[in-house]
């Protein structure tokens, strides 16, 4: 009976830590604010402060979304905000999603001014220029690599 005692006890005490560091490594990923960093423009400093934490730092979405089953729109296709004029934007961002039926999107006219907003949505239209690297790898090999596209050396005539 003593060794069951003894082993229970090392289990509470290698455990117990174990347990304490995952918790609240888990509360850290959920509620610390998206990193911003030092060379962010005052654009980008918002976005990531105000944003990221739905939309994600890139624009495609971000998980913590996810866990609470949102799905916000993603910023960096161009189908998605080529359509939308800049002062519908801004609205929606000033006001939130309510008004027009998209309840998941809060309104931030509180915290930022009209012309941080409008910075805010400058910023956003360019997410949807930029190429992740994701999408840059997946490209097909161009027709003029000779040997190469076939899998052959350079050195093949």
Known sequence: MPSSVGRLRWLLIIVG???????????????????VPRNATPAQRLYLTY????HG??????????????????LADPNTLAPLSDDYLVDLVKHGGAPIGKPGMPAFGYHLS??????????????????SPARRSSKKPSRDLGPLASGGTPHQK
């Open 114 to 131: 009209d012309e941080q907003i409008r910075e805010v949505v400058a910023y956003v239209r360019t997410l949807s220029t930029r190429r």
């Open 51 to 54: 944003c990221a934490e739905c």
């Open 17 to 35: 830590p174990a347990l304490v560091l995952l918790i609240g490594s888990i509360l850290a990923l959920l509620f610390l604010p998206h990193p």
């Open 57 to 74: 730092a890139n624009g495609h979405g971000s998980w913590r979304a996810a866990l609470f089953l949102l799905r916000p729109g993603d």
